[in-house]
């Protein structure tokens, strides 16, 4: 139970060149066809097995929601065909599928229905809907005066009252608070551990590592690539790099598919797939590395990706390491000062370079990044063939384990830590392993805050 199997699917939808076009077609149609086909989608083909938890990823427009509603029936395909085994459950658009003029608790009930409940069933877990919600008297008020937050309250704590068999979701629980959010990703996590297969589109990343084990990558409305988590979003931050600088996206890394990493056999569409995307880079895309840049990862980094390398012929970086007390280092005892050296060299002038760098987890997460653009540091000025050193010295106060570094060079520093133009980047371009300090605290989570506590008694 809870497949999904999708395959040559394809979606176009009719463009018409002015507004009585349609109307003449059907009423002429022996005149011939007035319309042309716009293709969101094509060629979409992949199975998910029951159990797993995939995200689709993708820029604005690539075509992410449509697949979901063709997954989920609410849009038919235009050509190809998919199948779902087990009841699904979904949350789609907001305020899709709710009558404005029905209050919450009526449409909860013919909610209920459409996911395969009886009326006495919605009527027996209305209690915990209503506390799952969190809505008050609003369930008794018509849907047309709830906020947008009340409508995904009400639609997540309908759609999972009962665990499904594929849950499927589209950047609903972006509109929540953060109380509800955590609250949702707590019952998505247990769901998923008890069976449930996850669809899941967002553009936060942070949540697509912590809930998916596998993500699709949609580009003008192909995939792109089907693989790990971490490979398909350092392919999404060079595609929207890329798009951002006018250069044409990078294709998938194409790999022979191994037999023991399940999921995350990497499978890559042709090259050309991916090359011109329908939609800039743009909206909640997340913002690329502030100036931080990758380039091709060297044989020891601990990421095979190269993916997020960048180069536009403006600077290179001729060296990326971390040192500690001034010798390349590539283990660190977490709380000790450490330094990150990228060594650029420009091969034309700019007025305005900066250089930065980003620490990624195993995950490939971003756990810190910055640059000297957004420290307030000026580098000035350079010419031709010159060279700069930028040393960032920190406190490793990291959890143990593995790290990579990437590197990159801009020009022209703009607003939060954005840029004009980047030079180059240099993805994993080296890595680096912290062992626990033996004299810290004891603690976990992803940085040692280094706290201070304070205890007060009061007699009694
Ligand atoms: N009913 C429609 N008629 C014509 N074009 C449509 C229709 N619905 C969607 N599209 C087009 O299909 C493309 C894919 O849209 P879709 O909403 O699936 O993208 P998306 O990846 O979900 O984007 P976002 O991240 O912004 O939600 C877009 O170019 C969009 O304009």
């Known amino acids: 139970m809870g497949s999904i199997h999708v395959s040559q699917l394809g979606k176009a939808y009719k463009q018409y060149p002015g507004r009585w076009s349609r109307l003449l077609e059907w009423v002429t149609p022996f005149l011939g066809q007035r319309h ?19 995200a689709l990823i993708g820029v604005n427009g690539a075509g992410k929601s449509t697949l979901l509603k063709l997954i989920t029936g609410t849009a038919q395909p235009t050509t190809g065909a998919v199948a779902t085994h087990g009841r699904v459950a979904a949350l789609l658009e907001l305020g899709m599928g709710f009558h404005p003029d029905f209050t919450g608790r009526q449409n909860a009930v013919m909610a209920g229905q459409l996911i395969g409940l009886s009326v006495e069933e919605v009527t027996a877990l209305m209690p915990g809907i209503e506390a799952f919600a969190e809505i ?62 996850l669809l899941f589109v967002s553009h936060a990343m942070g949540a697509v590592y912590s809930l998916c084990n596998r993500a699709i990558l949609i580009s003008a409305g192909r995939v792109a690539l ?64 502030p100036a931080p840049a990758p380039a091709p990862a060297p044989a020891d980094a601990a990421s095979p990706s190269t993916v997020g390398s960048f180069a536009n012929g403006g600077a290179t970086l001729d060296a990326v390491g971390l040192y500690v007390d001034d010798q390349p280092a590539a283990t660190i005892v977490s709380d000790r000062v ?12 700019y007025a305005d370079p900066h250089i930065g760098f980003q ?42 384990g593995d790290y990579t570094i990437t590197a990159g060079v801009a020009e022209g520093g703009a607003g939060e830590g954005d840029f004009r133009q980047t030079l180059a980047r240099q993805q994993d371009a080296s890595a680096f392993t912290v062992l626990r300090n033996l004299d810290a605290i004891v603690w976990s989570g992803v940085c040692n805050l280094d706290p201070i506590c304070e205890l007060q008694r009061q007699a009694v």
């Open 226 to 289: 089907d693989s790990s988590p971490r490979e398909v979003i350092d392919l999404y931050n060079a595609h929207v790099l890329h798009q951002r600088e006018g250069k044409t996206p990078p294709p998938a890394p194409v790999r022979a598919p191994t037999s023991d990493t399940g999921a995350s056999s990497a499978t890559a569409n042709a090259p050309g797939a991916a090359g011109a995307p329908g939609a800039p880079a743009q909206g909640h895309a997340p913002a690329p590395a």
């Open 36 to 54: 042309r086909l716009k293709w969101v989608l094509q060629d979409i083909d992949f199975h998910i097995a029951a159990g797993e938890s995939v």
């Open 338 to 349: 450490a330094t990150v050296r990228v060594e650029s060299r420009f091969a034309q002038g």
């Open 359 to 400: 620490i990624r987890n195993a995950r490939g997460e971003a756990v810190f990044m910055t640059n000297t653009y957004c420290m307030g540091q000026t580098i000035g000025p350079v010419g031709p063939g010159e060279a700069v050193r930028a040393e960032f010295s920190f406190k490793a106060s990291l959890a143990p």
């Open 136 to 197: 008050g008297d609003y369930i008794d008020q018509p849907v047309r005066v709830y906020s947008s937050g009340m409508q995904v309250r009400l639609a997540f704590a309908v759609a999972t009252a009962v665990r499904p068999d594929i849950l499927v979701i589209d950047e609903a629980l972006a509109v929540g608070d953060v109380f509800f959010q955590q609250k949702c990703y707590e019952r998505i996590r247990a769901y998923c551990h008890a069976g449930t297969t």
